[in-house]
T-cell receptor, first 112, second 115 residues
């Protein structure tokens, strides 16, 4: 079966610092999704990437779909307290209805 | 505004009890999913359903069953709860795939403790 590795598992950073996390897989995917789970809530889709090599920005978030289609990166610039949460990657093959495999998550804690 | 609701935010049960976790979505979505979330393990799929009365096993179905009698409702059943089923349970729904990706919408989760 496929292996999906997300790192780091947790991050403790100062407010204002930049954040970087990534997911790598042993399999090729056609889409990479990134979800964020805020404390006490379910995950919510943050950003979707569906072209290899694509770099997509959404405000302070920047995500990249690796050229090999086996990895993806998520960066957050100038972190603020509301960035706290758990970030999950979730790649898809795009073959119609399919079950998602989520990464193990990166827990982000911001020190004021 | 899309909404997935779960019947309880917190639940405490005893070993051996039968436990029902209910999930309702108001978006007319065909697909519904049950996950459990444990620290360091991410979200693991228990069961999913693509239509009423249909169900398919996910990655960790042992000890669980599901029921989908109506499109909007997907129930997770623990026939005989055990302490290793203490976890956060998340329900999600999604529409049929119509684009390059398929967004899932999650409920707030039920934190189940089995004593």
């Amino acid at each position: 079966g496929q292996q999906l590795n997300q790192s780091p598992q947790s991050m403790f950073i100062q407010e204002g610092e930049d954040v970087s996390m990534n997911c790598t897989s042993s399999s090729i995917f056609n889409t990479w999704l990134w979800y964020k789970q805020e404390p006490g809530e379910g995950p919510v889709l943050l950003i979707a990437l569906y072209k290899a090599g694509e770099l997509t920005s959404n405000g302070r978030l920047t995500a990249q779909f690796g050229i090999t289609r086996k990895d993806s990166f998520l960066n957050i610039s100038a972190s603020i307290p509301s960035d706290v949460g758990i970030y999950f990657c979730a790649p898809e093959r795009g073959f119609g209805n399919e079950k998602l495999t989520f990464g193990t998550g990166t827990r982000l804690t911001i020190i004021p | 505004d899309v909404k997935v609701t779960q019947s309880s935010r917190y639940l405490v049960k005893r070993t051996g009890e039968k436990v029902f976790l209910e999930c309702v979505q108001d978006m007319d979505h065909e697909n519904m999913f049950w996950y459990r979330q444990d620290p360091g393990l991410g979200l693991r799929l228990i069961y999913f359903s693509y239509d009423v009365k249909m169900k398919e096993k996910g990655d960790i179905p042992e000890g669980y069953s599901v029921s989908r009698e109506k499109k909007e409702r997907f129930s997770l059943i623990l026939e005989s709860a055990s302490t290793n089923q203490t976890s956060m349970y998340l329900c999600a729904s999604s529409p049929p795939v119509s684009g390059p990706y398929n967004e899932q919408f999650f409920g707030p989760g039920t934190r189940l403790t089995v004593l």
